[in-house]
C-alpha cells in the first residue's frame, strides 16, 4: 500500500487546545504523515482559544470538562454530524488513544 492510499481517522482527547508534550508529539506526527501524503483527519474536543494552531484537518467533537481538571475535555459522542464525516472520509485505519473512538462501529 502506498501512502497516498492511507486515510486515518485520528482521535484526540486533546489535540490542541491545551499544550502538552503528548499533543505536541500527535501535531508532529500528523505533520510528518501529511508530507508523506497519507491522508489524515482529526476528531477531538476544540475550543475558541487553543494553545496552538493544529496540524492538519481538525474536527471539533462535543465535549465536557474533566472534573477536577477543567482545562482538559472528554469528548462525549460521535453525534449523525460526526458519524456522517466518518463515512464520507472512509478511513482505512484508525489511531484512537481517546474514549470517543468507542463509538466507531455503532
Same mark, same amino acid.
Given at each position: 500500500? $502506498? /501512502?497516498e492510499?492511507l486515510?486515518?481517522?485520528?482521535? @484526540?482527547? =486533546? !489535540? $490542541? +487546545?491545551v499544550?502538552? %508534550?503528548a =499533543?505536541?508529539?500527535?501535531?508532529?506526527?500528523?505533520? !510528518?504523515?501529511?508530507?508523506q %501524503?497519507?491522508?489524515v483527519?482529526? +476528531? #477531538?474536543? &476544540?475550543t475558541? &482559544? /487553543?494553545?496552538?494552531?493544529? &496540524?492538519?484537518?481538525?474536527?471539533?467533537?462535543?465535549?465536557? /470538562?474533566?472534573?477536577g481538571?477543567g482545562?482538559y475535555?472528554l %469528548?462525549?459522542?460521535?453525534g449523525?454530524?460526526?458519524?456522517r464525516?466518518?463515512?464520507?472520509?472512509?478511513?482505512? @485505519? #484508525?489511531? @484512537?488513544?481517546?474514549?470517543?473512538?468507542?463509538?466507531?462501529?455503532?
Amino acid at each position: 500500500m $502506498n /501512502p497516498e492510499d492511507l486515510r486515518i481517522a485520528l482521535f @484526540s482527547g =486533546n !489535540y $490542541n +487546545y491545551v499544550r502538552d %508534550g503528548a =499533543n505536541q508529539a500527535l501535531n508532529r506526527l500528523v505533520g !510528518y504523515l501529511l508530507r508523506q %501524503g497519507v491522508k489524515v483527519r482529526i +476528531y #477531538s474536543p &476544540t475550543t475558541d &482559544t /487553543p494553545a496552538f494552531p493544529p &496540524t492538519g484537518d481538525l474536527v471539533s467533537v462535543p465535549s465536557i /470538562p474533566i472534573p477536577g481538571r477543567g482545562e482538559y475535555q472528554l %469528548g462525549i459522542a460521535l453525534g449523525p454530524r460526526l458519524r456522517r464525516d466518518l463515512a464520507e472520509f472512509a478511513p482505512t @485505519s #484508525s489511531i @484512537s488513544p481517546a474514549r470517543i473512538s468507542s463509538a466507531i462501529g455503532r
